[in-house]
């Protein structure tokens, strides 16, 4: 059986709204079979036992039927499907994350899905709902939450070819427990002075940058007075494409303000082996500094991820 049950005609609905925004150059048929196989990941959450380390994970008081992804609606018009979510793992930011095969474009739209939310999460007590959508839309209902920052491996890699080897030395480490602490140390100092991004900006796991690691992707560097920053990715696809999914791009208090992030990421990204021809990450709109990086190594927006919040309805 499908996931969720759908039929394969409803799988491939999913892809519709994507292809209606996907630049030009990402192959369509790639695309479509990316999003359903979308589906199928969160239908994976819906299994008893992902359910259950997510609540054990989470710790709220928290019931197996509201934890697990749900289809919130198969009509002629739509499919949606639906699952908890907690910003930045915190019990008292519940809000719910929507994939649908309609287009959420319009005030009309957003206010439909609006309604099948609260009424399904009224006993959660969820925030609101989050729905990817294509970038730039104004809509007086939503909040633009993070931003799919994506272009091209070589032309990133090229786009700041200042020579750091002067003041900085750039190693590859095989384990992150070789950056792990001091990356930990730096990240806490920094979000005691930065708490209007550390709200959204959340620190890398050592299983993350051990991923990293083990595809080649993670970046240290150092100067001498020891850890200067790192930069992090995974291989990841976007929209059936290969990609190198960036993860962290971290400098420590003295080599911030430089206007340095877009050399780093630059070096990284030419030091790399992975054969991706795309770069991409997900970006908080509220993460200024990244988002102008993001621009300066010529990636563009892709995607939006925009918050509804339910306490208008």
């Excluded at 990086?293 to 927006?301: E, F, H, N, S, W």
Aim: contains cysteine.
């Amino acid at each position: 059986m499908n996931p969720f049950g759908l039929s394969d005609h409803q799988l491939a609905a999913f892809a519709g709204p994507v292809l209606e925004y996907l630049p030009a150059e990402y192959d369509a048929e790639s695309a479509a079979q990316a999003e359903i196989d979308d589906v199928g990941s969160l239908a994976a959450l819906a299994s008893p036992d992902v359910v259950a380390a997510r609540i054990a994970r989470l710790g709220p008081v928290i019931s197996a039927g509201d934890m697990a992804e749900r289809l919130l609606e198969a009509s002629a018009e739509r499919t949606v499907i639906s699952g908890l979510r907690y910003l930045n793992l915190d019990p008292a930011f519940p809000f719910v994350a929507v994939k649908t095969t309609a287009r959420v474009n319009d005030a009309e739209a957003v206010d439909s899905l609006a309604a099948r939310v609260a009424g399904a999460y009224r006993d959660v007590g969820v925030r609101g709902f989050t729905f990817w959508e294509q970038p730039g839309l104004h809509q007086s209902s939503t909040e633009n939450w993070a931003t799919v920052m994506a272009g091209s491996v070589r032309l990133a890699a090229r786009a700041d070819e200042r020579d750091l080897t002067g003041a900085l030395t750039i190693s590859w480490p095989e384990a992150a427990t070789d950056v792990l602490a001091d990356y930990q140390s730096e990240h806490q100092a920094w979000r005691a002075v930065a708490p209007e991004l550390a709200s959204f900006v959340s620190e890398s796991d050592q299983e993350g940058l051990q991923e990293a690691a083990d595809q080649g992707l993670l970046m240290a560097l150092r100067d001498d007075h020891g850890f200067a920053g790192l930069a992090a990715a995974t291989i990841s696809p976007l929209f059936g494409r290969r990609g190198v999914c960036m993860l962290e791009m971290f400098l420590t208090e003295r080599w911030r303000g430089k206007g340095l992030a877009p050399a780093v990421e630059s070096s990284f990204l030419a030091g790399q082996r992975s054969g991706a021809d795309t770069v991409w990450g997900q970006i908080h709109a509220g993460n200024l500094p990244s988002l102008r990086t993001a621009l300066k190594l010529r990636r563009r927006p892709v995607q939006q991820e925009y918050f509804v919040s339910l306490t208008t309805y």
